[in-house]
């Protein structure tokens, strides 16, 4: 059973700080891995979509990484803003037979960027 | 391009009364993906449909029950709702089969708060 687990929980940082957020999964059997945000009582904004063939993906200040072998995904946050605070969310797209699909979540993390 | 909107905002209900939840995907995207978040948890994967059939479901009750209609719009009704059922309701839309390698694109959700 495929589980995501993300590590830190919580996050305080200065303005300014560059910072990695941490996603690892039990099973490598993945088509994708997506990071999302989520702002209070808020939906989902996807960020970064990294296919399993990929090793990572870059938006702007964000970089995300995959390695599959390892069963883990980092999310690099440069020169962060009071703005980025929010949860971030990662989530893998379970492969195999009968795959719908689905995507499977970790609790997230929950970050606060202090002016 | 229209996102995924979903209807309505926010729903107060009692026990053992029934709810409809209403998604309706982005323009192009066929597949339709419900999803259940619990406070501080991460989204649990209810059901997916894809051309108006169900695409797999996940660890959740046949009070649980959906539908997606020939403009792939979708509802989610539940049934003989209990207090647990209080949570953020997010739905998801992909272009494609559903499997694979296609991102999802989440709505704004609904909040639904049973009493």
């Known amino acids: 059973k495929q589980e995501v687990t993300q590590i830190p929980a919580a996050l305080s940082v200065p303005e300014g700080e560059n910072l990695v957020l941490n996603c690892s999964f039990t099973d490598s059997a993945i088509y994708n891995l997506q990071w999302f945000r989520q702002d209070p009582g808020k939906g989902l904004t996807s960020l970064l979509l990294i296919q399993s063939s990929q090793r990572e993906q870059t938006s702007g200040r964000l970089n995300a990484s995959l390695d599959k072998s390892s069963g883990r995904s980092t999310l690099y946050i440069a020169a962060s803003q009071p703005g980025d605070s929010a949860t971030y969310l990662c989530?893998?797209?379970?492969?195999?037979?009968?795959?719908?699909?689905?995507?499977?979540f970790g609790q997230g993390t929950t970050l606060q960027v202090k002016p | 391009e229209t996102g995924v909107t979903q209807s309505p905002t926010h729903l107060i209900k009692t026990r053992g009364q029934q709810v409809t939840l209403r998604c309706s995907s982005q323009s192009g995207h066929n597949t339709v993906s419900w999803y259940q978040q619990a406070l501080g948890q991460g989204p649990q994967f209810i059901f997916q449909?894809?051309?108006?059939?169900?695409?797999g479901r996940g660890n959740f009750p046949p009070r649980f029950s959906g539908l997606q209609f020939p403009n792939y719009s979708s509802e989610l009704n539940v049934n003989a709702l209990e207090l647990d059922d209080s949570a953020l309701y997010l739905c998801?839309?992909?272009?494609?089969?559903?499997?694979?390698?296609?991102?999802?694109?989440f709505g704004p959700g609904t909040r639904l708060t049973v009493l």
């Open positions: 998801a839309s992909s272009p494609g089969s559903g499997g694979g390698y296609n991102e999802q694109f």
């Open positions: 449909y894809y051309r108006e059939e169900e695409n």
């Open positions: 989530a893998v797209r379970a492969g195999g037979s009968g795959n719908t699909g689905k995507l499977i």
